[in-house]
């Protein structure tokens, strides 16, 4: 059952892992696990958003700072895509639209920093983000900013 693949899912994930949204101070620092070859996987991505919107709309906020639920968030510096994200975050948005699950959690247990760093991307600090459903980059962005917990991620 393909029910992620329609939608923003692997760029929601993609985008969680790349940034904070407009957080003032840095997210809760996780030290990575020993570094794993990522396999040697060729495929072709089929995301269906418009990344420079995406990241545009991130950065205005990043700029601008927000309000995360009653907590002022002052603004940050931009970010840009960055490909091994992407890989990692579509490598889990693929696993769970071919097993019909939605979590941050992996089939084999797995979390975001696990699967980041599986794809070769050296990390600090990450936080994960999930959309689910059919949805334009403003949706996506507007759910992540409503909800208080996602917004500071």
């Known amino acids: ?5 329609n939608g ?3 760029i929601g994930i993609a985008m969680s892992l790349l940034f904070a949204s407009c957080a ?9 696990a020993d570094e794993v070859a990522a396999k040697d ?3 072709t991505m089929k995301n269906n958003i418009n990344k420079v919107v995406l990241v545009e709309l991130v950065n205005e906020v990043r700029a601008n700072g927000c ?13 840009t895509w960055n490909l091994k994200l992407e890989q990692a975050a579509y490598l889990h948005a693929q696993e769970m639209s071919d097993s019909a699950y939605f979590s941050h959690t992996g089939r084999n247990g797995s979390n975001a920093g696990q699967r ?4 070769g991307y050296r990390w600090a600090a990450y936080g994960e ?14 759910g992540w900013l409503n909800s208080p917990t996602h917004c500071r991620v």
Request: include cysteine; charge should be negative; charged fraction near 10%.
């Open 129 to 142: 983000n999930l959309a689910l459903g059919v949805m334009n980059e403003q949706q996506v962005m507007a």
């Open 1 to 5: 059952m393909k029910l992620f693949f």
């Open 67 to 79: 309000n995360c639920g009653g907590v002022e968030m002052t603004p940050v510096g931009p970010v």
């Open 116 to 119: 980041i760093t599986n794809v």
């Open 41 to 43: 996987t060729v495929f």
């Open 8 to 10: 923003l899912l692997p």
């Open 24 to 32: 003032k101070e840095a997210t809760t620092e996780i030290i990575p």
